[in-house]
């Protein structure tokens, strides 16, 4: 008799936690997929994301892929929101076309999803798109270097430094946009390398990072030994670029640096003088202003609007730097400071 | 008994009129590509030289003059500093039968660091840079542990150990570059290697160059020129006999992979000369990178059989043709292409190479 009474008591007790466990795990489920967890722009969106969810009372999982084009863990990460029942997620899509058919049974299921940075292919694909335009922001650092040049714009000698072999859309878009701000014809917005401009010396690939911006800065200057501007992906690429130009003895500011991102040691390196001009974006504002508008789809099922005139919610890119063009909108780099991500 | 040698008497008559010579190992004469098999048996490395002789007369030829200037050669060389010092450290390892997939998280732990503990935690840079060392060496000792004494398969142990480094990169760097301005302030001592002698004819040696030949050396003296040197390659070979001869196999399999662990330590001193920051980003391709210069160095996966020198014309054959298809104007998707196409030619000839043997 004493033993079943203690058995009994152990079920109640058992049943009684399982009842504060759901209490508790009540808040709506959100999740964040982002691409990896190595580069501090992921980083610290996560952490406006999961300060933001905190405030909303919402109960965040946080998911990224194992490298940068790791479509699988992302696809494994949507299938477990979607089984976890949560209201809905924000994603920077490692593969933006890849990714298409699961995003659509998630959306099919009821999430709200939210892309990101980069906007997936085609881009209506999602709910809505938070995104840096990245296009805007390579034209802002070309219209800078060509005000920056002058007269000599015209017979420069430019070398990209790109991300990666696949040219996704970030890539592309922000080589183009640099051309176009630039002044130099592209043929298909999609894909970047056979321009006819001679002012184009030729484009590498970097991964983004540091060792690859030098490898590929070295073997364009081997290129064109008088190169003059230096393109870069994002400002990791252009801290190894820019060792590559020591090495060569063009640190002297014979070779004009740009590059985006807009994270701290980025700005810090337009403060020092290794980057010439960046386009900063905005990561932290992105998560965040993610996870209101899930909180808001949960509770209204009002879903976000794009910025009039773009297919996109534009979270804006800003100009950094210390030697402003005329024409060209800019802050300096104290106060790219202040807002810099990480 | 007699209808036997009747028999046999028989069988005689009826080999009049054809060969009869005694059964004999084939002394090989004959055709030229025999001989070529012969010789490249016997000098294995010769085949990576080869190769890299014809890549480099492509390319003269290809891309112009640019190529074939003193100052690119040497570049091409800092360019494969790195991923040669990993292959230094994998050869080791695939030497012994096994594979090491952790050598590029374990180099970049290691700059990370040296780099943090410099400048983010302000501790002297001497003895940040000899943690930064000794972080290498306990990483290999533990994958030496776990394959020699738990006794796991050195691709299972490896794939682990490179998943936990790449996460202990993340942790200790919060993802955060430590900038090259900031190390040159701090501690000049870690880009030391990136400092450079200028030769004639405008070629350009760094330091980080000269380090990486002057380790091969050192490893081509120990593998080839000491008892423990042979012990390794016996081990690869067959451990179980290795064993039986005597060979404390555990103690080389331990010192092997924590050898490998410290040489990849110092790879991270080189990397943070080459490119001056300490960067969680990139290298993430740098252990496959290795793997590629041991293969088509000659390098048998299957152990026991290889050389290190072939290893360093791997990686300049890798090298070569990346810097040469670039300078030729070819897009980077066919570079990769090239790398595969190398790997798997590498390959052959090797498996044609051991026929002779066979």
Known sequence: MGKWNILKAAVAGLAFYGAMATASYAADIVGLITKTEGNPFFVKMREGAQAKAKELGLDLRTFAGKFDGDNDSQVAAIENLISAGAKGFAIVPSDSSAIVPTIKKA?????????????????????????????????????????????????????????????????????HGFMKGFGIEFKDLKHYGDETDPRVCGHEMTGGAEDGGRTAMETLLQKCPDVNVMYTINEPAAAGGYQALKAAGKDDGSVLVVSIDGGCPGVKNVAAGVIGATSQQYPLKMAAMAMEAIEKFAKTGEKPKPTPGKQFFDTGATLITDKPVKGVESIDSKKGLELCWG | MSDDATGSATAERGLQGHDQSVASFDDGGGSA???????????????????????????????????????????????????????IAQTLVILTAGIDLSVGAMMVLSSIVMGRLT???????????????????????????????????????????????????????????????????????????????????????????????????????????????????????????????????RGVYIAVYTLAGFICSVAAWALIGRIGAASPLGNQTANLDAITAVVIGGTSLFGGRGSLVGTLFGALIVGVFRNGLALAGVDSLWQEFTVGILIILAVTIDQWIRKISA
């Open chain 1, 107 to 175: 959306r099919d299921a009821g999430l709200l999803v939210i892309v990101l940075d980069t906007p997936l292919d085609p881009i209506d694909a999602a709910d809505a798109t938070f995104a840096t335009d990245n296009f805007k922001a390579g034209e802002l650092i070309g219209e800078w270097a060509k005000g920056t040049l002058g007269d000599k714009a015209k017979s420069a000698k430019i070398a990209f430094l790109d991300l990666a072999t696949n040219q996704p859309s970030v890539d592309y878009l922000r080589d």
């Open chain 2, 33 to 87: 590509l025999k001989a070529l098999q012969r010789f490249l048996h016997e000098y294995p490395t010769a085949v990576p030289f080869i190769v890299l002789v014809i890549g480099v007369l492509i390319f003269s030829i290809a891309a112009g003059g640019r190529f074939f200037a003193p100052f690119n050669l040497s570049l091409v060389l800092q360019q494969v500093t790195i991923i040669a010092f990993l292959g």
């Open chain 2, 119 to 249: 400048v983010t935690y302000g501790v002297p840079v001497e003895l940040s840079f000899a943690l930064g060392l000794l972080t290498g060496l306990v990483c290999g000792l533990i994958n030496g542990v776990l394959v020699a004494v738990i006794k796991l398969p050195p691709f299972i142990v490896t794939l682990g150990t490179w998943s936990v480094y790449g996460a202990m990169v993340i942790y200790v760097s919060h993802s955060e570059t430590v900038r090259a301005q900031d190390i040159e302030a701090a501690g000049p001592l870690l880009q030391w290697l990136g400092h450079t002698i200028r030769l004639g004819g405008g070629a350009v040696l760094t330091y980080g160059a000269i380090a990486m030949i002057l380790m091969a050396l050192i490893i081509w003296y120990v593998l080839n020129r000491t008892a423990f040197g042979r012990h390794v390659y016996a081990t690869g070979d067959d451990d179980e006999a290795a064993r039986l001869a005597g060979i404390n196999t």
